[in-house]
């Protein structure tokens, strides 16, 4: 090769490695929060076909070099962020410029959340009040384990217990931070549909299917919803009709003998929409202990639940729902109950229908402020039968209300007046004592949240209540809220509360009513509460696949004057009212990591509930102290998750000195999506068959002659279910 050669060799070998530099580029981004416009730190920035990537720094900013020219697809992903994806082609036009600013949105599922129960348009994130919340997934898989009712959701829930008040019938209410179940109100799309006669029935009489989300609240909540949201609230928020039609049905069976059959329809057309919603579950007669006694009674039960949208125009709406449920549930001796024919047997009967209407209007007056009417009525008749004895009556009740909405960016007002009758007629029961009563309750509330900056919101409310035998109740509520970084929530809050006395307690279900003398007999007033709670809730990216959320609850409600239910020197049962107060103090500790397809949660609750009578201090029965929840989850979306759990609960106190034993509560669920419209499920629910009839009594006596003891822990033990779902 001669000189001339070699050096035009050289010159195109500069030349190409010039234009191979020159064709490397430089792709600069800085990343914020669409919202707030603070940084966000640890953003994946990648791109796929070169496998190339970066994550953020401190002031948001990420660079990637080295890249080719040609068009590729850039992908920034951030866990509890939608996930966006561009298409940028390098070079980049004006090279002098390169550092494009991307705000971020936070998940489409966070978004969507917007909790009914506080009365505000505003999402979860964008309130006060503190709130939590059971939807989609979540909701899905835990109606998994049980499609018949809601009872293992919610005291699955840190800071829920539901409290098993029948050991052969199962009968059920829910306790929140360790009170008694009356100082809870359960409501379905904000109305008052299960209190009163129905509340030992109602957690094991409402199916999942139907529900978008279940909101709970903790603590006083009586400005919000009047007497009785002492301890908190639970909403169960319905389905409403989308633009896509959607028919599933799903079918599950138990390895105790239950069977539960469901189906769901819903579709928006143009002027109206419809939701439909029926369920049949049945239960076999099941005693895992052979002692002769059910754990699971028998039941059938049928749910119908049609609902319709009347779309009137761009700014008018109703809807008109009707709620029926019918149902017999018997438990008790085994034999009896599978229809053997016993002498002397003992046996808890519960015959029940329920028939409930639901009406709502909404009028858009303009873009900032809507008026809302809304109406329900509940028709509840139970009959309750044990040997020698039936408790038998009909309750009828109702709740009006008309509020106001007015909201702007920074402020918005919210006013109501509201109108609850409740009317109980006995048409059987003890001799000479009939329990009949006849109320009716006037409120009228205002509730403001200012956003005083992008920090810092305030919550005020303000109830005025006037009861037609208590005469008038006072209630304010406040809440604050400091967000000093998007990481960083912190919520205090606290209101006062009332319960007026009623003879629908715990105590009185235990022993199906029977001896119990009226309220007038001690005419007590009624109970009165102060309650606070303060919140902290913290994100923390550990990397840019691992994710920690933390939230703590620290809660302190006090009751004076409680009404309590006790045996006189007559055999007979009278609520009494002596001097004192419950008190309940403790907190809440929530902690949720996420590793790509693995999630981990871990749930402590601490609750030191105690009863202060006549200068005396003991502790309130049948309250955990302390209980762990952890479920660890392995998930594939839209594929396959399969999740592992375990709940551990503390000695509790029983009413009759004793102290239960402390005990651990394992399972394994799983299911298995194919395609979209298929899927199989399969629960090992209490694998390592806890059960009270293994360690302790349920009851003293005979089985033909029970003197039950506190439940405190299971009774049913190992139960496998499975079952597959279709969904058009």
Known sequence: MNLKQKFYQTLFLLILNCTFVYSQNTYQATIQDKTTQEPLIGVSVFIPELSKGNISDKNGSVIITNIPDGVYQVQFSYIGYQTLRFQVNFPLADSLNNNILYLLPIAEEMEEVTISSTRSTRTIEDIPTRVEFIAGEELAEKGNMKPGDIRMMLNESTGIQTQQTSATSYNSSIRIQGLDGKYTQLLRDGLPLYSGFSSGLSLMQIAPLDLKQVEVIKGA????????????????????????????????GTSALGLDASSFYSRKFKRFGATVFTSYNLGSPYDPANIGLTAIPKFDRF?????????????????????LITEDRLGGNIDYVKGTQTANAYYEENETTRISTQISFEHRISTRSKIGLKNSYSNY???????????AGVQNSSFT???????????????????WTDHFDQSTGSAGSPLDYQNATVGAFIQNIWKASNKISLETGFRIDYHSEYEFFALPRLSFMYKPVQSLTLRVGGGLGYKTPTIFSEEAERIQFRNVLPLSVNDPDAEQSMGT????NY????????????NILGFYTNIENPVVLIQNNQSFFEFQQPDGNIDTKGAEVNLKLSYHDFKLFVGYTFAD??????GITTKFPLVAKHRLNNVLMFEKEENLWVGFEAYYF??????????????????????????????????????????????????????DNPQFRDIYAPVDGFVINAGFKLKF
Do not use: C
């Open 303 to 323: 749910t119908f639940n049609p609902k319709l949208f009347v779309y009137l125009n761009d700014k008018s709406d109703f809807n008109i729902g009707l709620n």
């Open 539 to 550: 994100r923390l990216n550990i990397s840019k696949e691992l994710l920690l959320t933390a």
């Open 221 to 252: 909540t009586s400005t919000l919803y009047g007497g009785g949201a002492i301890a908190g609230l639970v909403n169960l928020v319905s389905k409403t009709p989308r633009k896509e039609s959607e028919l599933s049905f799903m079918l599950n």
């Open 381 to 391: 008749d139970r009959k309750i039968s044990i040997p020698n004895f039936t408790f």
């Open 609 to 614: 509930v105690n009863e202060h009578y006549n």
């Open 401 to 419: 209300e008309l509020n106001y909405l007015h909201f702007s960016d920074r402020m918005e007002w919210v006013l109501g007046l509201n109108l």
């Open 650 to 703: 503390s000695p509790q106190k029983l009413s009759d000195g004793l102290t239960g034993q402390s005990y651990w509560i394992l399972g394994l669920m799983s299911e298995k999506m194919f395609g979209e419209h298929f899927s199989i499920f399969l629960n090992l629910e209490n694998f390592l068959d806890t059960r009270q009839t293994r360690f302790d009594t349920i009851f003293t006596g005979t089985p």
């Open 533 to 536: 709670n303060l919140d902290v």
